[in-house]
């Protein structure tokens, strides 16, 4: 498949977008000055309760209670967030941020940013930001800390570090370039302990640190235009040696996307022709161009894969391959 990559750069044709309006700030809500974390819950649509209520199957004419089991319900709306067992207790969306707010104030280099919810009330999130931004790649980034809870029945809370080039508002796990003990579990039952949880940002901060070490080496790992689109062929497997009128249209069209992608991020200000200016285009992709399947708002649908779904097992084949070819 014939697919020159153009690597011009007319930066003026990008508009400088601040993290103000990055994706967070879209569908949550900032935590502002003098806010009490009740106001904060209330302004990002977290006033409600989770409740239990009973669970009935129609067997025939009759409603049959299925015993041992629960619907975890929304109080404002009855919106059924998920079924689990009788026993689980549902942790509440003011809860959540509370307890994040007591989480981070153990560390003075975290701050309260932004909260809000997923899929209706089905996930609960909250960020911090750490301690201003930093330069990854030549990039400036902010680095955040992402707080998420679910209503799945297994009763944890998972707090990761995550990057946000502020240019042009990609996103990227910082836990992806690091041990995966990065990723911190805390059931919603474990006693508070100011040591553990400061250990825990310590490693979250350190996850940054690292991250910021891999953005450095992919900068200045160079990378021909064939080896470029050998790469994005493998994000989205496709294999090398196969005819253009051979793939199928949607690959194709990905494979064109990714491209103009990295014209983008070139056009951004990125250095063309290395492994970091690859990596993010793939990021600029998948948070601001892959097609998404879902119900929900664009905005929200593309949120959830780049975080979650597809787009976010894309970004990690995208490091895996990277950090090969770069030896980090």
């Known amino acids: 498949m014939a697919h020159n990559i153009d690597m011009t750069n007319d930066r003026a044709n990008i508009a400088f977008l601040g993290s103000r309006n990055d994706i967070w700030h879209r569908l949550g809500q900032e935590m502002k000055e003098g806010m009490s974390v009740e106001e904060w819950a209330k302004a990002a649509g977290l006033e ?68 809000g919810s997923l899929k209706q009330g089905q996930i609960i999130w909250a960020t911090a930001t750490y301690n201003g931004e930093m330069s990854v790649g030549g990039d400036k980034h902010v680095m955040r800390l992402l707080m998420t809870t679910t209503y799945d029945g297994t009763g944890a809370t998972i707090n990761k570090g995550t990057a946000t080039r502020v240019v042009c508002n990609n996103t990227l796990d910082a836990a992806l370039s690091t041990d995966k003990k990065m990723v911190v579990k805390t059931r919603h039952n474990t006693k508070f302990n100011p040591d553990r949880v400061s250990g825990d940002l310590a490693n979250i901060a350190q996850s940054f640190q690292q991250f910021k070490a891999m953005g450095d080496a992919m900068a200045s790992v160079q990378m021909a235009k064939d080896e470029i689109s050998k790469f994005f062929k493998s994000c989205l497997d496709i294999p090398f040696e196969t005819k253009q009128d051979e793939i199928s249209t949607r690959k194709l069209n990905q494979f064109y996307a990714l491209n103009d992608a990295y014209k983008a991020t070139v056009n951004e200000g990125t250095k063309a022709g290395t492994a970091w200016c690859a990596l993010n285009a793939v990021t600029r992709y998948v948070d601001h161009d892959k097609s998404t399947r879902s119900g929900d708002s664009r905005d929200e649908a593309r949120f959830f894969s780049s975080q979650f779904g597809s787009g976010a097992a894309m970004k990690e084949k995208a490091i895996d391959l990277l950090k090969s070819l770069c030896k980090v």
Do not use: C, H, M
């Open 48 to 115: 409600w309760e989770a409740i239990k209520v009973p669970v009935f199957a129609q067997i025939g004419e009759k409603l049959v209670e299925s015993e041992g089991f629960r619907a975890i319900v929304r109080s404002d709306n009855n919106l059924t967030l998920n079924i689990a067992s009788e026993r689980y207790q549902p942790v509440q969306p003011s809860e959540v941020l509370a307890w994040f707010e007591r989480y981070i104030s153990v560390d003075d280099r975290f701050k309260l940013d932004v909260a």
